[in-house]
């Protein structure tokens, strides 16, 4: 099992930043992935950014350019550093890891950005 625990969620201005972090915990051995999803009230969960364990990084093509996905190997956690943010960009943000081929989820982080 791993535990996922978000943070730096809140309430920011159009054209604002803020930063997420997702601290594991538990079995945080054989992580192939971490990543971000967001879900904005009435729509499906849609992939914000993600990286594997060699690296590889990819963006929704909404967010690129704006948000940089980093990770603390030594940690297991992960971050998501969101600039530029758009009032589009509201959402309940939940960490990802896949372990062993499973994923697992975080309860997620408000993000609310007001125009």
């Known amino acids: 099992q791993v535990q996922l625990v978000e943070s730096g969620g809140g309430l920011v201005q159009a054209g604002g930043s803020l930063r997420l972090s997702c601290t594991t915990s538990?079995?945080?051995?054989?992580?192939?992935?971490m990543g971000w999803y967001r879900q904005a009230p009435g729509k499906q969960r849609d992939m914000v950014a993600s990286?594997?364990?060699?690296?590889?990084?990819n963006y929704a093509d909404s967010v690129k350019g704006r948000f940089t996905i980093s990770r603390d190997n030594g940690k297991n956690t992960v971050f998501l550093q969101m600039t530029s943010l758009k009032p589009e960009d509201t959402a309940v943000y939940y960490c990802?890891?896949?372990?062993?081929?499973?994923?697992?989820w975080g309860k997620g982080t408000l993000v609310t950005v007001s125009s």
């Open positions: 538990g079995s945080t051995s054989s992580i192939n992935a």
């Open positions: 990286i594997n364990s060699v690296g590889t990084i």
């Open positions: 990802n890891v896949v372990r062993a081929f499973i994923p697992y």
